[in-house]
């Protein structure tokens, strides 16, 4: 497979499935958005306003522009009327995407706000917090041996070394000297592996590779750091799952990310899931250009007739691929 870069949701995607990788990473064809995932962005994306605002009254600077909502002015951030903003997003979403809404879909928005900002008396409302950065975007190469591609892609070449990629919720400062930093992770979803339906707690989380993966980028790129504590929230059951980082653990980290990315382009037969999380797939459903055939069994196909190199010289999107190496912030 090819892949010329790794983030997180990649990372996740190939313990998932092999196959959905290949056609979401190494031919840049996109899954079908579902509405829980737009609901999880309607809430990421208050709490981005919410603790952007929080960090105007922290600069002094004295607005910012979100993109899709609009200005908002440096004035106290308890002023704003949260549900407000989320009545401005939610309308949003519905008006320029195809999420359709429900009132159900609008309680568990309002639910998992409430559920963060109300927890042990408001420890991770980001307004109470020292706010480094909300949404936190990185995207660098990793120069190392190991890391160095070349793809080639029809008449195209791709070469470089791998980039990591990825976006986190919300940075906050612990403590200044030594300098250590909180990392806050919004779950909208179960708190489970989806890879192999294990429940993610204390036994398992300092071993998992987003955890890994977003220690290793930020430490990189703030090496004035010590410690990193990076914790996953999840909505549905008001939970904080912390996991603490030291410097030492990149090291492990590095060969994790060195041994996944080995096994990610030195396949050439991807694995199919085949189980009942192929319902949740959009590559399991649709008629794959006209062929008769979901994408996910068309590319099964295709690379036992032909081979792999050739499935991505004719079906990989080249465009999508070199986007994912330049600019712009995807949501994990
Ligand atoms: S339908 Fe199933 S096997 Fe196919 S790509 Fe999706 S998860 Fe993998």
């Known amino acids: 497979m090819i892949s010329p870069f790794l983030r997180s949701s990649a990372l996740n995607t190939h313990e998932v499935c092999q196959q959905q990788f290949f056609i979401n990473y190494s031919l840049g064809i996109q899954q079908i958005v579902n509405s829980a995932v737009q609901k999880g962005s309607i809430f990421h994306k208050v709490m981005e306003i919410i603790a952007k ?15 899709d909502i609009g200005k908002f002015e440096n004035r106290d951030v308890f002023s704003y009327d949260i549900f407000d903003i989320l009545n401005k997003v939610y309308n949003f979403f519905v008006e320029n995407t195809d999420f359709e809404g429900s009132p159900s879909d609008y309680l568990d928005c309002q639910t998992w706000i409430k559920n963060i900002l109300e ?12 706010i480094v950065q909300a949404e ?20 195209n070449n791709l070469e470089g070394h791998v980039r990591l990629r990825g976006t986190v919720d919300l940075i906050t400062e612990v403590s200044e000297s030594p300098k250590v930093w909180e990392i806050v992770d ?6 489970k592996n989806w890879a192999n339906d294990k429940l993610k707690d204390d036994s398992n989380l300092k071993d998992d590779i987003q955890l890994r993966f977003y220690h290793y980028a930020i430490s990189t790129i703030f090496p004035d750091v010590e410690d990193i504590i990076i914790t996953l929230f999840y909505l549905r ?15 492990i980290t590095e060969e994790m990310l060195k041994n996944k990315y080995m096994s990610i382009i030195n396949n050439q037969r991807p694995k199919l899931r085949n189980d009942y999380k192929c319902r ?22 295709k690379i036992l007739q032909i081979g792999m190199p050739k499935v991505i010289d004719k079906y990989a999107d080249l465009k999508s691929l070199k986007q994912y190496q330049g600019g712009g912030s995807v949501r994990e």
Do not use: H
Not at 136 to 155: I, T
Not at 186 to 191: A, D, P, S
């Open 237 to 251: 059951e008001s939970a904080p799952f912390p996991v603490y980082f030291t410097k030492s653990d990149m090291l």
């Open 136 to 155: 936190q975007f990185f995207d660098f190469e990793l120069k190392r041996d190991w890391s160095k591609y070349k793809f080639s892609v029809g008449e």
């Open 280 to 301: 949740f797939c959009s590559f399991s459903k649709g008629d794959f250009q006209n062929s008769g055939q979901p994408a996910c069994e068309f590319f099964r196909d």
């Open 186 to 191: 919004y779950k909208t979803g179960l708190r």
């Open 119 to 130: 927890f042990n008396d408001g420890d991770y409302d980001p307004r109470k917090r020292n």
């Open 53 to 67: 605002i929080a960090l105007l009254n922290k600069t002094g600077e004295p607005y910012f522009i979100d993109e």
